[in-house]
């Protein structure tokens, strides 16, 4: 079987098993049994446990040979040294893949078992998630296989990380800033599988948008650039590759053994095969966020509309720093705009309703810009007024942004939203509505809307041939 | 009287008034009795209104004139138009200053207003403060002379802002975030008072620790450089100058009438006066906080303390990016760290005492390096793990920091968090506890740090009159 349709069963399980189950609260083997089951996955569960009769209401089996049903996963929780006998039984059972989520094999220095593991599970035929890893969740399944927590916020991102630390936090950022994900899948040591096996199912996988990488270094660089090529043309990938400096370089080698490698090489082959390069983890996910919900835009003629001006002068350096181009507002245009902005507002861009606005002219506003099609993109600038307070300027918005989107009108919108905590409520709900909002940064928004820029440009290069 | 002693006055009033008071909850006019009232403000408040006997259950006057004592501030709230003869009002009665918090000045083109509010106000020998602001806050004395929100989060940092509605999101961001200041002055058109007036005030005041602005434009470049290079020597600048670019500066000219000017001139001049330039608002925010809370190092050694490899990485990148230097680790302090760290940890920087460590591990392993005198600064990197959960983490953290605090080792010490959604309960304990702390943002707590380092050097190259 192909590690591509191996991965298909991963992701579309009927049936896991969970070799280490324990009835001990506290014990992985315990804890990924629990988010299993009380994640919501419709599959059936089997815990094996040679000690146990049952676990968590669930009938256990002394061995994996004994589980009277065909199994698409087995997740390993036992000590490192009887992996290698456990991927064996595995092989004779026919199950295709071992999350291997158990620590102690090369990170701390257990080169030999490193070795062993992996030619046990290419004499097996089986394919080898970790190890040395947190686990994976597929969210289109609610599938949690897992110790951490269970995971509930469908969206379309689809996250690997390398690092169990950096994994944990990444799934604490996302459920914290509610931003939805497709998968989260924890490589760890990367005996067997890797980012290019993952790129090429979530390039085929319909619940995800973007593709996230967090890397420390790459085993296979040339098969990562073919790949990447191909995917980054149908799906956007963004990648944080750490490491990037001497000082990270000698960290990741004592840390997963990864060569950093020349950081150039990196920068060149992101550049080649089409994966947009993140410097911070901030950056992934605000970027990430941005590329799963907005389509790209059709042109360069970006709008900023504002009732500040202190903001519409930020979100202005923000564009130019990232090379969006500030569009030239139309004659017709702006007069259609004087119709609700006051003679002191500004109609160039920014475009600036000033602070004292009532709810219409936000939404008149949005209206015409949103209808303008000179116009590609917008940012919109709010800042907290009584006049018009944070979920009303929302619900205008949101309402202007559904209407176009009901005819047919998909630019991309972001929004930067400025005043006091209530505003954290307006951009979670503007989230919710497929609008990406950021509080307190304006730079982000613009940041994020930059990011899209930067993949439809790379993919209309690409497919001119260039 | 000088503008220093004005500000003295504004700062630690015993009287003001509120022209243009109101009983209306909604008016601004209501809101800054109520704010100063319920802010808890101590000293004696004075509404004034014709048309109302009593505000908020406090007398109200018919004019200025008519209160029977000094005051040391008024804030006006009436109609724009009316503001010069108040302003010659306030001259009769000797009030030094002037908190113009109404609009409808040059910001909506009417600059004929603007020159002879100048003019009158100069005549009458009244300092003004905007127009066109939301007022200002001073925490040490519970002053909220604002009609935005009562502040109660006490801090070290002063900010000015010159537009409301970044000064909103000041406001908001400092609240939601629990930084404390010491004071937040709008400065709106700037018709009087500038940020070199503030810069000599927060230069000399006790609560203020580090001085932040957000600027669009400078009035007198050589002033603020002449008065910048002094404070910058007693107490670190951080600015965020706005209207950067192209885009930028012409929206800044648009908004507050603003000469963003030649972005080169600015870069000069902020360097040569030690001032420390953020590129973003929250830039602007993680490097005060840090400048406020902790001592300059004694020297250029940095220890990456993790427990997440993955972590290390991220942040040895980060220290190289911002000219941080890890230091290599003695041979005699390694054997130290080796009686608490697993043999597969690893004893070079970043010093990674594994995921698996338990309490004891954290809090021996920060004390060695807390202890010895040649590590300067140190970078914590925790990632949450069942074993050393997040809020064992910060009370261990928070323990060997006020131990060694207690016996006079003052080394700056920043904490970055990784984990699920607890750790940003465990980051605010930690930042309660004089101990920066930036949760998910690995790279923001290496940033403060080195603004830390920047300030540092500054001042040390001023010191040898370099």
Redesign the interface.
């Known amino acids: 079987m192909n590690r591509l349709d191996v991965l298909k069963r991963m992701f579309n399980p009927n049936a896991i098993a969970i070799i280490g189950a324990s009835r001990e609260p506290?014990k992985v083997g315990f804890s990924v049994v629990k988010n299993l089951i009380e994640g919501g996955f419709k599959g059936r569960v089997y815990p094996v446990n040679p000690r146990a009769d049952e676990i968590f209401g669930i009938k256990c089996y002394q061995g994996i040979g004994e589980i009277p049903e065909t199994i698409d996963v087995a997740i390993l929780c036992v000590p490192a040294a009887i992996i290698p006998r456990i991927v064996e039984d595995l092989g004779k059972k026919r199950v295709p893949i071992a999350i291997v989520i158990s620590s102690g094999f090369a990170?701390?220095?257990k080169n030999e078992l490193h070795h062993k593991l992996i030619d046990i599970a290419k004499r097996a035929q089986v394919r080898v998630l970790g190890p040395n890893i947190f686990g994976y969740y597929y969210t289109p399944h609610d599938l949690c296989a897992t110790f951490?927590?269970p995971y509930t916020k469908k969206g379309g991102i689809a996250l690997t990380?390398?690092?169990?630390?950096?994994?944990?936090?990444i799934?604490?950022?996302t459920?914290?800033h509610e931003i939805g994900v497709s998968a989260i899948v924890g490589l760890g040591n990367k005996a067997d599988l890797d980012e290019s096996d993952f790129l090429e199912f979530f390039a085929q996988d319909e619940f995800t948008k973007v593709i996230a990488l967090?890397m420390?270094g790459l085993k296979d660089g040339e098969r990562f650039l073919q790949i990447a090529k191909n995917v980054s043309k149908k799906k956007p990938i963004v990648a944080l590759k750490?490491?990037?400096?001497?000082?990270?370089a000698?960290?990741?080698a004592?840390?997963?053994a990864s060569l950093a490698g020349d950081d150039r090489l990196y920068e060149a082959a992101f550049k080649q095969s089409g994966v947009l390069r993140a410097?911070?983890?901030?950056d992934l996910f605000d970027w990430a966020k941005v590329l799963a919900k907005l389509s790209p835009p059709k042109g360069d003629n970006v709008v900023?509309h504002?009732?500040?001006?202190?903001?519409?002068?930020?979100?202005?350096?923000a564009?130019?720093?990232q090379g969006l181009n500030?569009m030239d507002i139309p004659q017709d245009l702006e007069e259609q705009l004087r119709e609700y902005i006051?003679?002191?507002g500004?109609f160039?861009?920014?475009v600036?309703i000033t602070?004292a606005s009532p709810p219409i002219t936000y939404e008149e506003t949005a209206r015409l810009l949103m209808n303008d099609t000179r116009v590609d993109s917008i940012i919109f600038?709010y800042?907290?007024t009584?006049i018009t307070p944070p979920m009303v300027f929302a619900d205008a918005l949101a309402r202007v942004v559904d209407e176009a989107r009901y005819r047919g009108i998909s630019k991309p919108v972001v929004a930067s939203l400025?005043?006091?905590?209530e505003?954290?409520n307006a951009a979670r709900y503007l989230e919710k509505q497929g609008i990406p909002s950021y509080?307190?940064?304006?730079?982000k928004a613009v940041a994020g809307l930059a990011a899209l820029y930067k993949w439809t440009r790379l993919t209309s290069t690409s497919e001119n041939g260039r």
């Open positions: 506290g990170e701390v220095g951490c927590i990380c390398q690092s169990g630390g950096v994994g944990m936090g799934i604490g950022y459920r914290s967090h420390e750490v490491g990037r400096t001497t000082g990270g000698r960290a990741a004592s840390h997963t410097r911070t983890l901030e900023i504002t009732g500040a001006g202190g903001l519409g002068v930020i979100l202005s350096d564009c130019y720093d500030l006051p003679p002191f500004s160039r861009n920014p600036d602070g600038g800042w907290q009584v400025s005043g006091d905590s505003i954290e509080p307190y940064a304006p730079e």
